[in-house]
């Protein structure tokens, strides 16, 4: 006796925005490649419902100052090349393999080093001239700052079609503006909050940014640190972008490793904790399980740091997307 | 909820002079207009206007050559249907409408087969309109099992429990709104369910807040479509606040502006 499997089999009447970072000599920019991400008719990996086109992709981080205050498992891999851009996003595209560069413009915060515009504009030329892969350009955080470091790193980063953040409900309007001006794509954050979420898109939209050029950012958290909340939060964006809600139907980034090495649990030595066994296994294995459960919600864009949990992590989304890694 | 603009209909005289004058700017003009106001189709009506096939083939091209939106080809006479939906080239579009009718299910379960469209079917059989809320699931569930049984799913369904104007009819409106909640019980997931919206308001003073209280009691029962004037912002604001009420969209401060960017180009 066969018992009948019923249909559950989903058709989704909206696809999720599909987003091309970086720009070759034919498209204006100096990029070997572009990265094309989104596209989903359906929610992560269920590829008998419908198609994901475009697998989701690594970025790993690079900071225009030596990440100095960087637990030792993640310093250690970069500490050849921290004092220049340009050789550390070298070697994290040509050794472990990043599909995407995450310049992080952390010497512009006014209260770490204070580096000016000047500096920004230099650091982001060493890592276009360094890597052939599209860019990611992130802010200090310090929204002053920002507004006044992006407007010399948009236009250093013309037409290279980049990926910059962050704007945020309180403040987009510089940015949009930069993304119109330059031809760059814009990450739009919002503190675990969906409405807020909606919210940032849909001001971004009103003053004349396309929202196939936005991609969310919805906070990170990692794991065993409100992953859960965050979680929730993508899949019922993601959910709302498929049944027909443009305003959200965009892809995801999550930043993975600025979280994950933040928390005891991926960077307290062995020393102090020995029950939690050895620290250069523990740590990247933290920050791929991060990683893994950020897929699962949705995640298009991973900004992660060490190079064994982006190769693990590789390695998953080649099996989910069907591959035989 | 599916919006339906209602404007693109020979009862209007500026759609009337443009069909017999084949002038293609006031439709293109309410085909832009009604899609920018986010009309998810666009109902396409010659009426009295003509009685000429190659009117509505014209009126279907003239709107689809405008843009991108779905049309409700609107007509009873099936010939005149048939030249609109054979204008369609392969646009996604629905019949508007059948009766529960033999003979016209007959006749538009195969057409709306035929061309892929959705059927919309009013709650009216050869005895007439409606009486009571009886009567209206009984014609619907007659419509439901023939469109089901010709091979249309329930999602490209779409019930009429037929509106009438509250102004002379007042005891109909709880009966249309007890139909509603009978509907949704037909399947799992339901047919849509829809109403020609403008109906309500016939002659009456406060129009445009009968529209939108009827609208919005009959949502929480679980009305999804609606004819209507789509150029009603007080209409649109309230169909995107109960939404939110209803919980089928996610809430942001601008939710008003989002309701319409929602559906985007």
């Known amino acids: ?325 | 909820m599916i919006l339906i603009g209602e404007r693109i209909n020979a009862g209007f005289k500026d759609i009337a002079r443009a069909i017999q004058t084949k002038d293609p700017e006031p439709v293109k003009t309410w085909a832009v207009k009604q899609t920018e106001r986010g009309a998810d189709y666009l109902d396409v009506n010659i009426g009295a206007a003509s009685k000429k096939p190659e009117d509505m083939a014209w009126l279907v091209r003239t709107v689809r050559e405008s843009v991108p939106t779905k049309i409700s080809v609107d007509s009873t006479n099936v010939e005149i249907m048939e030249a609109g939906l054979e204008a369609l080239d392969g646009r996604a579009a629905l019949i508007n409408s059948t009766t529960a009718d033999s003979g016209k299910l007959e006749t538009l379960v195969p057409l709306a087969v035929k061309y892929n469209t959705s059927l919309l079917g009013v709650a009216m059989d050869e005895r007439g309109s409606p009486p009571d809320a009886n009567r209206r699931v009984e014609n619907a569930a007659v419509i439901f099992a023939a469109a089901m049984e010709g091979g249309l799913e329930p999602e490209r369904i779409i019930l009429d429990p037929i509106l009438m104007p509250l102004k002379f009819m007042q005891e109909q409106a709880p009966h249309v709104l007890e139909a509603i909640s009978q509907y949704t019980f037909l399947s799992d997931p339901p047919p849509h369910i829809s109403v020609g919206l403008s109906n309500v308001a016939s002659k009456v003073t406060e129009r445009g807040l009968i529209v939108r209280t009827f609208l919005v009691m009959a949502m929480t029962r679980g009305l999804d479509a609606a004819i209507c004037n789509v150029m009603d912002e007080e209409m649109i604001a309230a169909v995107a606040t109960a939404e939110l009420i209803l919980n089928k969209e996610i809430y942001s401060d601008s939710y008003v502006r989002a309701f319409t960017a929602r559906r985007g180009p």
């Open chain 1, 1 to 325: 006796m066969t018992a009948q499997i019923p249909e559950v089999k989903k058709t989704w009447t909206n696809p999720i925005h599909a987003v091309t970072l970086g720009a070759t000599d034919k498209e204006g920019g100096t990029r070997t490649s572009t990265i094309t991400i989104g596209g989903e008719t359906t929610l992560p990996f269920c590829h008998f419902e419908g198609e994901m086109p475009n697998a989701p992709v690594l970025a790993m981080e690079v900071w225009d100052v030596p990440a100095t205050d960087w637990p030792e498992p993640i310093k250690e891999p970069f500490a050849d090349v921290m004092a220049d851009p340009g050789a550390w996003a070298k070697k994290c595209v040509d050794e472990y393999g990043a599909q995407l560069v995450c310049l992080r413009l952390k010497g512009c915060d006014p209260n770490g080093e204070n580096k000016s515009p000047e500096d920004a504009v230099s650091a982001t030329k060493r890592v276009l001239e360094s890597v052939g892969v599209p860019l990611i350009i992130w802010g200090c955080g310090n929204t002053d700052k920002d507004n006044e470091v992006f407007p010399a790193v948009a236009e250093a980063a013309s037409g290279e079609n980049c990926l910059l953040g962050t704007i945020t409900e309180d403040n987009y309007k510089t940015l949009t503006a930069l993304g119109t001006a330059y031809k760059h794509k814009l990450i739009a954050e919002s503190p675990v909050d969906i409405n807020m979420a909606k919210q940032v898109n849909i001001l971004a939209l009103d003053v004349g940014f396309p929202t196939e050029n936005i991609l969310i950012y919805p906070s990170t958290g990692a794991l065993g640190y409100g992953i859960e909340y965050v979680y929730s939060i993508m899949e019922r964006l993601r959910i709302a972008g498929l049944k027909g809600d443009k305003v959200v139907a965009m892809p995801i980034l999550c930043d993975i490793g600025i979280e994950v090495w933040g928390v005891k649990e991926a960077k307290a030595p062995q020393s102090e904790v020995p029950e939690w066994g050895d620290a250069a296994l523990r740590g990247p294995l933290w920050e791929a399980a991060t990683a893994y459960v950020y897929l699962l919600a949705g995640a298009d864009i991973l900004v992660m740091r060490h190079p064994q949990a982006v190769r693990m992590t590789k390695e998953t989304i080649e099996r989910l997307m069907g591959g035989t890694a």
